[in-house]
């Protein structure tokens, strides 16, 4: 069981990827999505979703993704974009699921754009430093991604 973190149900390029990874999952496993910002939801998005996946109610908030983690009994979490990340974190650091986490350059214009940590990327660097922290184990080959994690908690102070 898989549930997909969504950043929000607008175009863009993080909703869009996660709902065709969603449809292409769903062809093998039960597949769920939740939207992290549910004010922000198009109806022309949500028809890209394939009717094998299941769209949850979204209030945005952790403890109720918490409660989809637990009681779908959902064994990996993939998340889009840091906020979703950080919503995620909020909610299931503590349980026994294995997460992913898909990023869209948000960590990395962070790094390469210092300037722009206001509240909002004050949050994706902790996102980035809690993520380091908690998840010892990174595929072979995503050092880099270690090292942008690392240098945008380093960015946001």
Known sequence: KILITLPDLEFGGG????????????????VYLYNAQPHLCDERVISFID?????LPSSGLPYELRCYIVDL????????????????????????????ISMHGCYEALVEHPEIAHARTRDAGLVGGLSLRHAPEVDEGDGAVRGWLRRAYDAAG
């Open 15 to 30: 909703p869009i990827i996660a709902i065709r990874l969603a449809n292409f999952l769903a062809t093998a496993h039960e």
């Open 51 to 55: 009717s094998k996946v299941k769209l």
């Open 73 to 100: 009994q959902i064994e990996i979490v993939n998340s889009h974009v840091w906020w979703a990340d950080k919503l995620v974190f909020q909610a299931a650091a503590a349980l026994p699921v294995q997460w992913t």
